[in-house]
């Protein structure tokens, strides 16, 4: 019973490195630093869902936003970020490696917004300050799921506004 496990966990690590890359894009005038917003996400049909309700509710807020690929989060310089969503799949369990890396060197981790999809899975990081949530990859659920990511945005970018 316990033989097929490392297959399971070897498979879903090719399979997690194997999806095509989300290509950079940019939206809005990067002019007011405070309302900025970085989304770094892997390439599925529903977390593209999300992320299109995503970019396009902070177009209407007229918040800059920059989406790139999970694999290019630490190429990104937090800083000029008021707001960080990382969208990412657990496998066995956990989240994406990346993502456990980049909250223990974040320092700012009350900018951090994550959505961890998976079927059974409902991981969620020890660390405190980081607002993280759960969701299956239902398509019919999407625009639901990017309502609560953009909420959670728009308190944190109007706390920084705020100071």
Request: with cysteine.
């Amino acid at each position: 019973m316990k033989i097929w496990l490392p297959y399971l966990c070897l498979g879903l690590f090719i399979w997690g490195c194997a999806s095509p890359p989300v290509q950079t894009t940019e939206s809005g005038k990067p002019a007011h630093v405070k309302s900025r917003v970085l989304i770094a996400t892997q390439q599925t049909k529903f977390k593209n869902e999300v992320v299109s309700e995503i970019r396009k509710a902070l177009k209407q807020n007229s918040i800059y936003n920059k989406t790139v690929d999970l694999k290019n989060l630490r190429y990104q310089n937090t800083d000029d970020f008021s707001a960080i969503v990382i969208i990412n799949r657990a496998m066995a369990g956990r989240p994406d490696p990346r993502v456990e890396s980049y909250i223990d060197y974040e320092p700012q981790k009350n900018k951090i917004v994550i959505l961890t999809t998976g079927m059974l899975d409902a991981w969620k990081p020890d660390t405190e300050g980081v607002d993280a949530m759960t969701s299956a990859s239902a398509l019919d659920k999407s625009d639901k799921i990017a309502k609560m990511i953009v909420n959670k945005i728009l308190a944190i970018v109007e706390q920084n506004q705020a100071q």
